[in-house]
């Protein structure tokens, strides 16, 4: 078997947004970004997973919290099988094999995403002990770093580890509370189908834009910093497409279309082309 392709094959499948940035990136770095992510997708997967109730989602997402953090060398075959033995049948593949993410990782990097994905895991869990309750801003932060800004601190670690960039580390985790930002907004009106709302109490739409935006002007200061290399290609690209869709969700729009996506990714794809 072939873990690096089938890890390559399934981001492909779960998301085009992230599989095309990942996959130009230079090996190991790829298997370490792709590690994480997969892992990352693993647990999120879990948190919104129609099929269980919020109890059996904190179950399983400590249950793979623990996992992680009892790792010494790896991870035996059935390490992950009895958190998950009740709910085999509920679960996505990309969580069911979160063992095979875990193990794709260059072992001098792995511990770190270990350690990342487990806090995570742990985090989601009580968020889904409490259904998610978003009373105020304080508390959006709370959420959107416990999910995200911690993804642009493990980001920033896997940059210094692959060639030594350097970054600031509070915009890193404006990158990814921005990103997540937007995909709240993107997906407000799908989540009240589920009874979760990540918006404050009072807010509207309008106030969300305002704080995504907030955020992004630390993305940008983010990536802006960063070297012409690796990690500004993979950062551009979801930061592109960030900005797309808050364009078109003032535009009226719920979210940016396939064709959207495509279109500004060919954009962003071909102009990089041209200038190297």
């Known amino acids: 078997m072939d873990l690096r392709r089938d890890a390559l094959e399934l981001l492909k499948e779960t998301s085009r947004t992230f599989y095309i940035p990942i996959v130009r990136l230079p090996r190991p770095l790829q298997e370490a970004v792709a590690s994480a ?158 009874g979760v709302s990540f918006f404050p109490k009072g807010w509207d739409s309008e106030k969300m834009l305002a704080y995504a935006r907030r955020n992004l002007e630390m993305a940008d200061a983010y990536t802006n910093s960063l070297p012409v290399g690796p990690a500004l290609d993979f950062c551009q690209i979801p930061l592109t497409l960030a900005y797309g869709t808050l364009d078109a969700i003032a535009d009226g729009k719920e979210k940016l279309s396939r064709s959207d996506v495509a279109a500004l990714l060919e954009i962003f794809i071909g102009s990089n082309a041209n200038a190297g």
């Open 37 to 194: 992510y997969l892992c990352m997708r693993a647990i999120d997967e879990v948190e919104d997973n129609p099929q269980l109730d919020n109890s059996s989602k904190a179950e399983i997402l400590r249950n793979i919290s623990f996992t992680l953090q009892a790792a010494v060398d790896g991870f035996a075959l059935d390490a992950f099988s009895e958190g998950f033995s009740k709910y085999e049948n509920s679960l996505p593949e990309v969580t069911l094999r979160v063992r095979e993410w875990a193990i794709l990782a260059p072992e001098t990097i792995a511990p770190r995403i270990w350690d990342a994905t487990a806090a995570m895991a742990d985090r989601m869990a009580s968020w889904a002990d409490n259904n998610w309750e978003i009373q105020t801003e304080s508390d959006l932060d709370r959420y959107t770093f416990g999910v995200a800004g911690a993804v642009g601190l493990l980001l920033s670690d896997l940059w210094a580890w692959y060639d030594g960039t350097q970054t600031n580390r509070t915009h890193a985790i404006g990158f990814g509370r921005g990103l997540q930002s937007v995909n709240i907004l993107r997906n407000h009106a799908e989540d009240l189908t589920r």
